[in-house]
C-alpha cells in the first residue's frame, strides 16, 4: 500500500533538488562568497545550512533527532554535500520504514526552510548579477527519486 503523504514529502524532497539544483548550477567562482551585509549570510553558509536540515530531517525520521551546524566546506564540496543529504532522506523514505515523525513535521519544518533557503539562493543570484532562468515550475519534468545533481532541462524558462 502506498502512503500517499509519503509519496507527497517525496516528491517535494525531488522539488528541492530541481529548484536548489538549478540555483547552484554555473554559479560564477566568485558567488559562494556573496554578501549583501555584514549581518547576512552568503551563498555558502546558505548552502551549509540546507546540508544541516536534511541531515537533521533524517535523524528525526530515524527517531534520533540531532542537529549540527556543520562548518562550511568549499563550495563544490557543499554542493556535493547538498545532493548527498538529499540522496540519503530520500532512501530513507523511500525505504518504508516507519517514520518517527509525522511527514507534516518533516515538510512543515527541515523541508520547507530548505525551499525559503533554495529561493534566497535564487534572489542572490540576481543580485550578484548572475541570475537564474525563471521557470514555469508547474511544467517542469520533478520525479520522485530524481534528487540528484542530473536534473531534467527547464520546459518553459522565461527571462
Same mark, same amino acid.
Given at each position: 500500500?502506498?502512503?500517499?503523504?509519503?509519496?507527497?514529502?517525496?516528491?517535494? %524532497?525531488?522539488? *528541492?533538488?530541481?529548484?536548489? =539544483?538549478?540555483?547552484l548550477r554555473?554559479?560564477?567562482?566568485?558567488?559562494?562568497?556573496?554578501? /549583501?551585509?555584514?549581518?547576512?549570510?552568503?551563498?555558502? $553558509?546558505?548552502?551549509?545550512?540546507?546540508?544541516?536540515?536534511?541531515?537533521? !530531517?533524517?535523524?528525526?525520521?530515524? =527517531?534520533?533527532?540531532?542537529?549540527? +551546524?556543520?562548518?562550511?566546506? %568549499?563550495?563544490?564540496?557543499?554542493?556535493?554535500?547538498?545532493?548527498?543529504?538529499?540522496?540519503?532522506?530520500? +532512501?530513507?523514505?523511500?525505504? =518504508? *520504514?516507519?517514520?518517527?515523525? =509525522?511527514?507534516? $513535521?518533516?515538510? $512543515?519544518?527541515? *523541508?520547507? +526552510? !530548505?525551499?525559503?533557503?533554495?529561493g534566497?539562493?535564487?534572489?542572490?543570484?540576481?543580485?550578484?548579477?548572475?541570475? %537564474?532562468?525563471?521557470?514555469?515550475?508547474f511544467? !517542469?519534468?520533478? *520525479? %520522485?527519486?530524481? /534528487?540528484?545533481? +542530473? $536534473?531534467?532541462?527547464?520546459?518553459?524558462?522565461?527571462?
Open positions: 500500500m502506498i502512503d500517499e503523504k509519503r509519496e507527497m514529502l517525496r516528491h517535494t %524532497v525531488a522539488t *528541492v533538488a530541481y529548484r536548489a =539544483g538549478k540555483t554555473n554559479a560564477p567562482p566568485d558567488f559562494a562568497a556573496f554578501s /549583501v551585509g555584514p549581518t547576512s549570510r552568503t551563498p555558502l $553558509q546558505i548552502l551549509a545550512h540546507i546540508g544541516d536540515l536534511f541531515e537533521w !530531517a533524517l535523524t528525526m525520521a530515524e =527517531g534520533n533527532e540531532v542537529w549540527h +551546524d556543520a562548518e562550511p566546506l %568549499v563550495w563544490t564540496r557543499e554542493v556535493e554535500r547538498f545532493f548527498t543529504t538529499l540522496r540519503a532522506f530520500d +532512501d530513507y523514505l523511500a525505504s =518504508g *520504514v516507519p517514520l518517527a515523525a =509525522g511527514p507534516e $513535521q518533516l515538510f $512543515q519544518g527541515p *523541508v520547507a +526552510d !530548505a525551499l525559503t533557503h533554495a534566497q539562493i535564487a534572489m542572490l543570484r540576481r543580485m550578484a548579477n548572475s541570475p %537564474v532562468r525563471g521557470e514555469n515550475y511544467r !517542469a519534468e520533478i *520525479v %520522485v527519486g530524481r /534528487v540528484g545533481r +542530473d $536534473q531534467a532541462p527547464g520546459r518553459r524558462e522565461f527571462d
